[in-house]
């Protein structure tokens, strides 16, 4: 019933800028947590950045000063602009939606940075 769907991702150069989007459908209810995961081959699923209904951000250390998340909360969007991309930001990113204790997870959209 409700669908997280990322869109944005592709092919970029170091150095590039790439903004994700993930939307929110099927669903009359509002994320009181929004953010981004992502997963590289090999590797965990690493938390990148959240935001709260009230503007509260977070991000991990590897994007801070890159990275900015934002969100629409009447449309319950997210975005993930990325700017001085990386090699090592290549990854499937994974949209998240959290309400209460309950997750929600959209399929991911790669991210693929060349060098």
């Known amino acids: 019933q409700v669908r997280l769907v990322e869109s944005g991702g592709g092919l970029v150069q170091a150095g590039g800028s790439l903004r994700l989007s993930c939307a929110a459908s099927?669903?009359?209810?509002?994320?009181?947590?929004m953010g981004w995961y992502r997963q590289a081959p090999g590797k965990q699923r690493e938390l990148v950045a959240t935001?709260?209904?009230?503007?509260?951000?977070t991000s991990a250390d590897s994007v801070k000063g890159r990275f900015t998340i934002s969100r629409d909360n009447a449309k319950n969007t997210v975005y993930l602009r990325m700017n001085s991309l990386k090699p090592e930001d290549t990854a499937v990113y994974y949209c998240?939606?959290?309400?209460?204790?309950?997750?929600?997870w959209g399929q991911g959209t790669q991210v693929t940075v060349s060098s």
């Open positions: 099927g669903t009359i209810f509002s994320f009181n947590t």
């Open positions: 935001i709260t209904t009230g503007g509260s951000t």
């Open positions: 998240i939606g959290r309400r209460n204790v309950r997750d929600y």
